[in-house]
C-alpha cells in the first residue's frame, strides 16, 4: 500500500492534471465566448444568403412512373423452343439505359412537340459558355446554317436538356424501373414522365413483334423444308413396301419407317413453334408494362430548404468561428 505522503502527491499531480485540462479547454471556448457576436452574425449572413438562393435558385418538380419489364420471358422462353431468354441484371441494366437512350428522348420530344417549347429550345446561359462564344466569332465567322440544320440542332439541344432532367433507375434487384423527371411545371414533369414510360412501352412491343415476325418467316422457310423431306421419307416407305418382296429386306424397312417417324417429329415440333409464334403475334404479351402512372407533384423537389438552411447556417457558424479565433489572437 502507499503511505501517505505518496498518496498526497498522486494526488496532487491528478488535481494539476485535471486543471490543466480545464484551462486548455477554457483556452480553446474563450474566442467562441468573447466574440459571440461575431459568430452570430456569420451565422445570420449565411442563412440569409441561403435565403436569397432559396428565393431566386429556380423551382423544381419531379413526377415518377414506374414500369416493370417483362416478368413472364422465361415461361415463354420455355413454349417457344428458346426464342427468349429469361431477364437477368444485365438485362434490365440494360433496358434502363434504352429509357436514358437518344432514341426515346427524340420521340418523345416530337410527340410532345417539346421543340417548340421555351425551357427545351432556349441555350443554358453560363460564363463558359458567353467566353466561348466570343472566342469562335473572333476566330471564324459563324458558318451560315440552313433550316434543316437548325431544326436538327434545336432537336438535339431538346434531347440534351430531356436527359439531363431524367433519372432512371432500378429499384433492388427487382425487375420495376424508375422513371423520374424533372421540371419547374408539376403538370409538365409528370406528362413527361408518362410519355417516356408509353414511348418505351410501345417500342419494346414493336421491336419484339418485328422478331416474332421474322422468326415466323423462318419458321416458315423451314417447314416447308421439313415438310418435303418428311413426305419423301413417308413415300420412299410406301415405295419400298411396294416393291420390295424379299423377307430379308425388314432391316432396310426398319430403318426407313426409322426416318420418316424422325422426319415426323421434326416436322410436328416446328408446326407447333410456328402456331405459338403466330399466335404471340396476334396476341402478344406486353414486355413492360405501366405500373404506376406520374402524376403531378404536390412538394418541389428542389432546392431542399431545410437542407439549404442548415448548409447556410453550418458555413456560417464555420466562418465565424475561425474570424472569432483570429480576431482573439490579434487581442492577445
Known amino acids: 500500500m502507499l503511505d501517505r505522503p505518496e ?14 485540462a480545464s484551462s486548455d479547454l477554457a483556452d480553446l471556448l474563450r474566442p467562441l465566448k468573447n466574440h459571440w457576436i461575431i459568430i452570430a452574425s456569420a451565422v445570420a449572413a449565411g442563412l440569409l444568403l441561403a435565403i436569397v438562393y432559396l428565393v431566386l435558385a429556380p423551382v423544381r418538380y419531379a413526377a415518377t412512373a414506374q414500369m416493370i419489364i417483362d416478368t413472364n420471358r422465361s415461361q415463354i422462353s420455355q413454349q417457344s423452343g428458346g426464342l427468349d431468354n429469361p431477364l437477368n441484371a444485365a438485362d434490365i441494366e440494360s433496358q434502363v439505359a ?32 458567353v467566353v466561348s462564344s466570343l472566342i469562335k466569332s473572333v476566330v471564324s465567322p459563324p458558318p451560315e446554317v440552313d433550316g434543316e440544320s437548325l431544326a436538327e440542332r434545336k432537336l438535339q439541344l431538346a434531347v440534351i436538356k430531356l436527359q439531363r432532367s431524367l433519372d432512371v433507375r432500378r429499384i433492388g434487384i ?22 417516356i414510360a408509353e414511348t418505351y412501352r410501345l417500342n419494346q412491343a414493336e421491336a419484339r413483334n418485328q422478331m416474332m415476325r421474322s422468326a415466323n418467316v423462318w419458321l416458315e422457310e423451314r417447314l416447308s423444308i421439313i415438310r418435303k423431306q418428311m413426305l419423301a421419307a413417308e413415300r420412299a416407305v410406301q415405295d419400298f413396301k411396294t416393291q420390295s418382296r424379299d423377307l430379308n429386306s425388314s432391316a432396310i424397312l426398319l430403318e426407313l419407317e426409322s426416318n420418316a417417324q424422325s422426319q415426323r417429329r421434326l416436322y410436328d415440333r416446328f408446326l407447333e413453334q410456328h402456331l405459338e409464334t403466330s399466335q404471340q403475334i396476334s396476341f402478344p404479351a406486353p414486355e413492360a408494362r405501366i405500373i404506376t402512372f406520374a402524376s ?17 447556417a453550418m458555413m456560417g457558424l464555420a466562418l465565424g468561428a475561425v474570424i472569432a479565433f483570429f480576431r482573439d489572437r490579434a487581442d492577445h
Do not use: C, W
Not at 498518496?7 to 490543466?20: P, S
Open 7 to 20: 498518496r498526497i502527491r498522486l494526488g496532487a499531480a491528478t488535481y494539476e492534471t485535471d486543471q490543466q
Open 98 to 129: 434504352v429509357i436514358r437512350s437518344g432514341s426515346v428522348a427524340k420521340a418523345v420530344i416530337q410527340s410532345l412537340g417539346l421543340v417548340n417549347d421555351k425551357e427545351f429550345s432556349k441555350a443554358e446561359f453560363s460564363l463558359a459558355s
Open 174 to 195: 427487382s425487375h420495376v424501373i424508375d422513371i423520374e423527371y424533372r421540371d419547374a411545371s408539376p403538370t409538365k414533369a409528370a406528362k413527361i414522365a408518362n410519355t
Open 296 to 312: 403531378s407533384p404536390l412538394n418541389k423537389s428542389e432546392p431542399k430548404s431545410i437542407m439549404v438552411l442548415a448548409l447556410g
